[in-house]
Every structure is written in structure tokens, then in C-alpha cells.
């Protein structure tokens, strides 16, 4: 028995399998994106090419999902939710990009081309707040672009925010004064791009020199502090942060080489005061870190082991985290939630159909 200090609560929560819709079973993308907002843990992913979206009421055993009408979802899909609306974002046909959007207790939803064909070569990133939508992804020759969307307005306004060296999928978050973006860079670089909203040009820093970062890295920020975290090449996970106004980027080793998996793809989330990690280790694990902003050390859990195949996702408010993945079976995506201060993981899983 391996000595951890959080497992999952019991076989009877580990087993429960529901069964949502009809047709053939189908496999989930690798990560599936988890949020929570209004009272309800939130999931996006692609069978093939068909959008899905479940979604999970508090209390409520049951998970509920749909297939999201539309053109078809090429990459994985980017999700965000807030009190009112889910919005998510995927790659389109032929390299376009395309939004969905519900209103919840909604059943329709809409979908909008935000960019045309051969314009978009990156499974894309989503952020939403209380008066607009971003949406980051990247083109063939590796410029970074953002999207933007006021609500309620059928314009999406395009930003060239880097020429040529960002390399796979950004990431990006968005709070009530400023837009921030993380993306890999050329030669295993990391990059960091930010604007204040309202402004007209992007501001850029180098994160990590070339020969560091070998994941796609994911990015939150609170009203301190931003942070990034990102798998580096000795597969172990980095942590860095910078303090708003001050300049640099200290980091930290959140676990040390070797101790992920070589395709893992690190993904953080922050309540405002504490900051979390999920990643997947090279024998299947899903490990999960927790510490105190700008204090204290980072204290690892292992979520569980035998039954996980792709790459976990992870979010955070003040009350609970919660982890989405992939199971072993090709059949379920695996929702893990724990609640601050509990010393154990619940599971329940949603069937794929």
C-alpha cells in the first residue's frame, strides 16, 4: 500500500458509471478541462471530431451531457464558465477557430466562426470575465494571436501578440485590469505576454531560457501575484511566479527530475491564496501539490493510480479542487474532488457516449 496522505474515499464512489445519451462508446481527448462556477463542476472534450460538454450539479450524482452542435472540434477543447454562461473553443475544420456558447438552463447552443480557415495550427485557450471572452491560439508559422469578444457583440477583435516563435498550445487567464498569456517558446523556451484590457500593445517577458520548458504551460493570476507552471526537460515540474510590479520570475521545483511522465502537461489552478498542481507520472499516477501563495513548501498527494490513462486537468475555488482525466477503459472521464482540510478524494465518473 503505497503511504499516501489522500485516496480515493471508497470503491463504492470509484465505481459509480454514468451512463449519458446513446450510440457507440467513444474515447475522451487528453486533458478533458474541468471548471466550476454557479454551483456546477463542468467538463468539455472531443470524440473524433464532435464537440461534447457534461456538466454536474452540487449534491447531484447524476452527470449530465450533450453533444455540442456545430462545425466538429479538431483539437482539444478550451472551457470557461462564470455565473451566467459556459463559452469553449476549439479548433475547426480545415485549421479554422470556433466559440460555443450556453446560457445555463439553456439547452441551445450557438456556435461562431472566430477565425478562418489555415489560420489557427494550436488547440486554443479560453478566458472570461464579466464583460469579455478572450481566446489564444497560435498559426502555422508560429504567431500568437488573441481573440477578443465584448459580451453581447457579434465582433471578435483580432491581436497579433507574438511573430514567430510560440510553439504549441497557450495558455491564458484574464482578471478585471489585465490579459496575461504563457506559451512555449522555440528551443524549450517559455514566454509571457501581457496587456492591460483597454490597451493596444502586448508587453513581453522571457519566462525560461531555451533548453528549460518541455511542456505546454498553463497560467493563473490573482490580485498579487501570476503564475505558470510548465513540465521542464529533466521531467520534473517548475513552478514560477511573479509578484504584479515587481520584475522577474523567481521558481521553484515543485518535484524533481523523472517524476512525471514525458508527455505530461502540468496544469495549475489559485483561489486567490492558495495555489494547486496536477500532473500525470510516467506510471499512470495522478499526483496533485498544494501551497500558501509566496510562502511555505509544496505538499504532494497522490489521487490515485490504476485506473487513469490521459492527462488530468484541474480547478480551484475557495471550498474544493477538482481533477478530470481520461480513465484506463477508453470509456469514462474520472472527476476527483476534495474538499480544503478533507484528507480524502471522492470520485465519480461520467460514461462517454
Not at 460538454?53 to 451531457?65: A, K, M, N, S, V
Not at 501581457?194 to 498553463?218: E, M
Request: glycine share 8%; hydrophobic share 35%; proline share 6%.
Amino acid at each position: 500500500m503505497r503511504p499516501v496522505s489522500k485516496r480515493i474515499a471508497s470503491a463504492a464512489a470509484m465505481c459509480l458509471f454514468i451512463s449519458v445519451g446513446s450510440g457507440a462508446t467513444a474515447v475522451a481527448t487528453s486533458p478533458a478541462p474541468i471548471t466550476y462556477s454557479a454551483g456546477a463542476t463542468a467538463l468539455a472534450y472531443t470524440d473524433g471530431n464532435q464537440l461534447r460538454f457534461y456538466y454536474q450539479l452540487d449534491g447531484d450524482p447524476i452527470c449530465r451531457g450533450q453533444a455540442v452542435p456545430g462545425p466538429g472540434a479538431y483539437s482539444a477543447p478550451a472551457l470557461a464558465r462564470d455565473n451566467t454562461a459556459t463559452v469553449i473553443a476549439a479548433q475547426g475544420p480545415s485549421n479554422s477557430l470556433h466559440f460555443y456558447w450556453n446560457l445555463h438552463n439553456n439547452p441551445t447552443w450557438t456556435s461562431q466562426k472566430v477565425a478562418g480557415e489555415y489560420t489557427t495550427y494550436s488547440a486554443p485557450a479560453i478566458t472570461r470575465d464579466s464583460t469579455s471572452t478572450v481566446i489564444a491560439a497560435t498559426d502555422l508559422n508560429g504567431r500568437l494571436y488573441a481573440y477578443t469578444n465584448v459580451h453581447g457583440s457579434p465582433v471578435w477583435t483580432k491581436e497579433q501578440v507574438a511573430s514567430g516563435f510560440a510553439v504549441g498550445a497557450p495558455s491564458i487567464a484574464r482578471d478585471g485590469t489585465t490579459t496575461v498569456i504563457a506559451v512555449r517558446g522555440t528551443a524549450n523556451s517559455l514566454y509571457f505576454y501581457w496587456k492591460r484590457n483597454g490597451d493596444t500593445v502586448w508587453q513581453q517577458d522571457l519566462v525560461a531560457s531555451a533548453g528549460t520548458i518541455a511542456s505546454d504551460p498553463t497560467i493563473v493570476r490573482d490580485s498579487t501575484s501570476t503564475a505558470i507552471v510548465a513540465r521542464d526537460v529533466n521531467n520534473g515540474v517548475r513552478y514560477y511566479r511573479n509578484v504584479h510590479g515587481i520584475p522577474g520570475w523567481p521558481w521553484t521545483q515543485v518535484s524533481p527530475a523523472q517524476s512525471v511522465g514525458n508527455a505530461s502537461d502540468p496544469q495549475i489552478a489559485d483561489d486567490g491564496t492558495t495555489s494547486s498542481i496536477v500532473a500525470q507520472a510516467a506510471n499512470g499516477e495522478i499526483y496533485f501539490w498544494w501551497k500558501p501563495n509566496g510562502t511555505g513548501s509544496w505538499t504532494r498527494d497522490v489521487v490515485e493510480w490504476p485506473n487513469i490513462a490521459g492527462k488530468p486537468s484541474l480547478t480551484r475555488n475557495t471550498t474544493a479542487s477538482r481533477i478530470a482525466a481520461p480513465g484506463n477503459a477508453g470509456t469514462t472521464i474520472r472527476v476527483y474532488l476534495n474538499f480544503h482540510g478533507q484528507p480524502t478524494w471522492s470520485a465519480t465518473a461520467c460514461n462517454i457516449r
